[in-house]
């Protein structure tokens, strides 16, 4: 079966730093994978998704993620954090163990918070 | 706003009340799903809805009734909760069931059960 493991609950960052969100996946078979984000008191929001192709991935608002394979990962990054990314970023993988596959299965989120 | 709306947006009920939570999609998809996002826990699928019909129910009491009469409707019927039901209640929305198909997330329902 499918899951996901983001690493650190919270993570902190200055303004103008890089962020780099940690998400580790494991798949007995390739993944499709996600990162949402959930700004206060809003719904999640699709930032991008990988499902097979070009192995870095653009998303909205300056986000890209590299899917590494011998890695297993599909970390988050952005050169350059804003105030406005402070939210919770969630890695997600689809649950492909089924026929029915509608189902996504998601980390326990990252909360991100950026210094002035 | 991504074409889903949720209503209410705060409730707050006791243990032997019956309410509802309503969740419109103005997206055209097929595929709706409620979601519960308790802290410090991952998103907990509840229910998945594929053209009205109900194609998944991820073991949720009976406490939790959903409904969807249309497409763009689903509803989620609650009685006799407990207080560790009190989460955000979250609807989505995807075009079809594909494994690649994006999920568009309403604003959530915040639900306080005393």
Known sequence: AQSVTQLGSHVSVSEGALVLLRCNYSSSVPPYLFWYVQYPNQGLQLLLKYTTGATLVKGINGFEAEFKKSETSFHLTKPSAHMSDAAEYFCAVSDLSRSSASKIIFGSGTRLSIRP | ?114
């Open chain 2, 1 to 114: 706003e991504t074409g889903v709306t949720q209503t209410p947006r705060h409730l707050v009920m006791g243990m032997t009340n019956k309410k509802s939570l309503k969740c419109e999609q103005h997206l055209g998809h097929n595929a709706m799903y409620w979601y519960k996002q308790s802290a410090k826990k991952p998103l907990e699928l509840m229910f998945v809805y594929s053209l009205e019909e109900r194609v998944e129910n991820n073991s949720v009491p009976s406490r939790f009734s959903p409904e969807c009469p249309n497409s763009s409707h689903l509803f989620l019927h609650l009685h006799t909760l407990q207080p560790e039901d009190s989460a955000l209640y979250l609807c989505a929305s995807s075009q079809d069931r594909g494994p690649t198909d994006t999920q568009y997330f309403g604003p959530g329902t915040r639900l306080t059960v005393l």
